[in-house]
C-alpha cells in the first residue's frame, strides 16, 4: 500500500512529464517511452530512483539543466551514468549489492565527467540525499547527432519548470537549488526563488563542490 501511495503522489509529475512528448522538436529526444526498449528501461529506472529517494524524504531538489547524452539519457536517472548505476555498495542505499537499477545492455556511453563531480560532491553530504533533477527532462541534442549536447532553449526551460514543480510537490520539498544559470532562470519564470550553484561541468567542479556543502551546513543549521 506505502508504494501505491507513492506512486499515486506522483501522479501529477508523470502526467506534466508525459507531456513533453507531445512537441519535441527534431533536435531533442523525449527518454521515456515506455513503448521503446529504452525508453521503457529508463522509466523504470526512474520510477526506481524515485520510490528509493522517497524512502530517504529528500528536503532539497537539485535542478540541472537537461540530460546529457552520457548520463541521464543513459539511465534514465538523473546525474547518473552507467558508473554510478554499477556502483558497489549502492550510492543512494549503502547496499552491498548495490541500488538494484537495470543496465543497459550495449550503452552508447558508460560514463559522463558531471555525474562523476556530483556523486563526488554528495559523498560527504549529511542527512537525506538531495532529490535530482533536469529543468528540460528531454535531451537536447546537436542536430543530426545524437549523441551531443546542446543547451536547452528558454522555451524549453519553461515548457520543463512545471515538470519539475510537481516533482517537488510529489516529495513535499520547498527548497529547489537550481545548477546553473538556466534552471534558475526556468524556475524564476514560475515566480520561485532558487538559489544557483556554479554547474560542474567546464571547470566549474570546485566550486560546485564547495557550494553544495555550503548548502548543506546551511540546510543543517537552519
Known amino acids: 500500500m506505502a508504494a501505491e501511495h507513492r506512486r499515486s503522489e506522483l501522479t501529477p509529475f508523470l502526467a506534466a512529464l508525459d507531456a513533453l512528448a507531445a512537441d519535441v522538436p527534431d533536435d531533442a529526444e523525449f527518454l521515456y517511452d515506455p513503448s521503446t526498449p529504452r525508453g521503457a528501461l529508463r522509466r523504470g529506472n526512474l520510477l526506481h530512483y524515485l520510490a528509493l529517494m522517497a524512502e530517504i524524504r529528500p528536503k532539497v531538489l537539485l535542478l540541472a ?93 519553461r515548457a520543463g519548470a512545471p515538470v519539475a514543480l510537481a516533482l517537488a510537490e510529489a516529495f513535499g520539498i520547498g527548497l529547489i537549488a537550481a545548477v546553473g544559470r538556466k534552471a534558475q532562470g526556468a524556475m524564476a519564470s514560475a515566480g520561485v526563488d532558487a538559489p544557483a550553484l556554479r554547474h560542474p561541468a567546464q571547470g566549474g567542479a570546485t566550486i560546485f563542490t564547495q557550494q553544495v556543502h555550503d548548502l548543506n551546513e546551511r540546510m543543517l543549521t537552519s
Open 65 to 157: 539543466e537537461a540530460p546529457g547524452y552520457r548520463g541521464m539519457t543513459v539511465s534514465g536517472v538523473p546525474f547518473t551514468s552507467v558508473r554510478q548505476l554499477t556502483t558497489r555498495p549502492g550510492l543512494i542505499t549503502g547496499r552491498a549489492e548495490g541500488d538494484g537499477f537495470e543496465v543497459p545492455e550495449h550503452p552508447d556511453a558508460t560514463w559522463e565527467s558531471s555525474s562523476g563531480i556530483v556523486w563526488r560532491a554528495l559523498q560527504s553530504w549529511r542527512g537525506p540525499l538531495p532529490l535530482l533533477w533536469g529543468v528540460y527532462p528531454n535531451h537536447p541534442f546537436v542536430p543530426g547527432d545524437r549523441l551531443t549536447n546542446r543547451a536547452p532553449r528558454p522555451a524549453e526551460v
